[in-house]
T-cell receptor, first 113, second 113 residues
Framework: EAGVTQFPSHSVIEKGQTVTLRCDPI?????LYWYRRVMGKEIKFLLH????????ESGMPNNRFLAERTGGTYSTLKVQPAELEDSGVYFC???????????FGQGTRLTVV | QKEVEQNSGPLSVPEGAIASLNCTYS??????FFWYRQYSGKSPELIMS????GDKEDGRFTAQLNKASQYVSLLIRDSQPSDSATYLC?????????????FGTGTRLTVIP
């Protein structure tokens, strides 16, 4: 069974550009989470989808970040326009239920220069 | 103010020894406690969860929780070189889902053959 997959694994963009990260959860997992780790800091929660609905987006840093999960399958996280402080590793995780184990993807390393 | 604090290490132990990893958290309402293992460049992997005071053992791993002291620890017995990784402590708070996690910055463990 395929795990959580994220694309791309690495992305280097210039300040002001737009980047879209994609996450494919484990098949059948209704719950999908985005997390971010910036350099030297802890992994921080961004938001939680249940199917296509945003259950909790309290961790989204600002309105330059837009997450979608149309159809309740894969999810995208768009950063527009990107700033230097957005650099970090963006993790996606999925779980079957809200309180069952979440499995993490390997992350997308984003570098904004 | 940090929610979850861990000693960043590195922590070095000889093969066969007990590795002791510690974590404190600030929110007394925290409900669930997790230890993740992350190999370099890989996804965080759940290795232990604990929900009530006391000890929980799983193979060579023992998680210990003391809610009064707001302290959770992970003991790894008979440490192996393959245990060398970063160990992340994570907690959830009352009213959030089990996967809306607050992470510590992680402790890097090196097991010396």
């Amino acid at each position: 069974e395929a795990g959580v997959t994220q694309f791309p694994s690495h992305s280097v963009i210039e300040k002001g550009q737009t980047v879209t990260l994609r996450c494919d959860p484990i098949s059948g997992h209704d719950n999908l989470y985005w997390y971010r780790r910036v350099m030297g800091k802890e992994i921080k929660f961004l938001l939680h989808f249940v199917k296509e609905s945003k259950q909790d987006e309290s961790g989204m840093p600002n309105n330059r970040f837009l997450a979608e999960r149309t159809g309740g399958t894969y999810s995208t996280l768009k950063v527009q326009p990107a700033e230097l402080e957005d650099s970090g590793v963006y993790f996606c995780a999925s779980s079957q239920d809200r309180n069952t184990e979440a499995f993490f993807g390997q992350g997308t390393r984003l570098t904004v220069v | 103010q940090k929610e979850v604090e861990q000693n960043s290490g590195p922590l070095s132990v000889p093969e066969g020894a007990i590795a002791s990893l510690n974590c404190t958290y600030s929110d007394r309402g925290s409900q669930s406690f997790f230890w993740y293992r992350q190999y370099s460049g890989k996804s965080p992997e759940l290795i232990m969860s604990i929900y009530s005071n006391g000890d929980k053992e799983d193979g060579r791993f023992t998680a210990q929780l003391n809610k009064a002291s707001q302290y959770v620890s992970l003991l790894i017995r008979d440490s192996q070189p393959s245990d060398s990784a970063t160990y992340l402590c994570a907690v959830t708070s009352l009213g959030t889902g089990a996967n809306n996690l607050f992470f510590g910055t992680g402790t890097r463990l090196t097991v010396i053959p």
